[in-house]
Nanobody, 118 residues
C-alpha cells in the first residue's frame, strides 16, 4: 500500500517562499506522475502541479504557473514543490498525490497547511 509523507508547510508573508516535499513508499509499481493538489476553506480541491517520473515533464495549474516549480528525485521517490512569490490566495491545505494525472487521482497524503499572510 502506498504511503505518502509530506513536510514543509507553514506560515509565510506575501512574497515569500516555501518548499514542500512528499516522500512515497510502499508502492509496488511506479505511477506515471506524482503531484500536488490544494484545498482552501469553502473551495473544491484543485490541481497545483505534477511531475512525471520518466522524462520529468512538469504540469502546472494556471494559478501557480510561473511561481511554483515541481521536481522529482527518482532515487528517493520524493517530489518537491518550490513555491515562490506566495500570495494570500495560495493559503490552503496542500495534498500530495501518488498518481496525480490519473482520473480519479491516486493515493493521498495527509496534507500540510500553507498560510500566506498579507
Amino acid at each position: 500500500q502506498v504511503h505518502l509523507v509530506e513536510s514543509g508547510g507553514g506560515l509565510v508573508e506575501a512574497g515569500g517562499s516555501l518548499r514542500l516535499s512528499c516522500a512515497e513508499a510502499g508502492g509496488r509499481f511506479r505511477t506515471y506522475a506524482m503531484g500536488w493538489f490544494r484545498q482552501a476553506p469553502g473551495k473544491e480541491r484543485e490541481f497545483v502541479a505534477a511531475a512525471t517520473w520518466t522524462g520529468h515533464s512538469q504540469y502546472y495549474g494556471d494559478a501557480v504557473r510561473g511561481r511554483f516549480t515541481i521536481t522529482a528525485d527518482d532515487a528517493n521517490r520524493t517530489i518537491y514543490l518550490q513555491m515562490n512569490d506566495l500570495k494570500p490566495e495560495d493559503t490552503a491545505v496542500y495534498y500530495c498525490n501518488a498518481d496525480a494525472l490519473s482520473s480519479p487521482p491516486g493515493a493521498w497524503g495527509q496534507g500540510t497547511q500553507v498560510t500566506v499572510s498579507s
